[in-house]
């Protein structure tokens, strides 16, 4: 069981820069990979980046590809997004999800997380 709190979103003017946090609870967050989702107003959850338990980072959406860099710190049981250059479109509520190693398919389906955080707004104005 893992439980999942995000934190760090805020306003922010475009070119600016944040850094989300999310933190788990329990011992094991070393046996879990951990995506970066978000939604925007009237639009579907996507798949922003997952890094694996091993700490190997899947693809980038191609929409943030060269401004996030996500990471993790299994010593504080801690992922982070951190979110640089941004744009109006990066606007959305951002949520990290968790999946045990053990499991397979694919990272950048929600579908495959079985743990959410409650999220957190990021908003970019122009």
């Known amino acids: 069981q893992v439980q999942l709190v995000e934190s760090g979103g805020a306003l922010v003017q475009a070119g600016g820069s944040l850094r989300l946090s999310c933190a788990a609870s329990g011992r094991t967050f070393n046996s879990y990979t951990v995506g970066w989702f978000r939604q925007a107003p009237g639009k579907e959850r996507e798949f922003v980046v997952a890094i694996m338990w091993t700490g190997v980072v899947t693809t980038y959406a191609d929409s943030v590809k060269g401004r996030f860099t996500i990471s993790r710190d299994n010593i504080r049981n801690t992922a982070y997004l951190q979110m640089d250059s941004l744009k109006p479109e990066d606007t959305a509520v951002y949520y990290c999800?968790?999946?045990?190693?053990?499991?397979?398919?694919?990272?950048?389906?929600?579908?495959?997380?079985?743990?959410w955080g409650q999220g957190t707004q990021v908003t970019v104005s122009s």
């Open positions: 999800a968790a999946r045990h190693r053990s499991l397979i398919g694919s990272t950048t389906s929600a579908g495959a997380y079985g743990y």
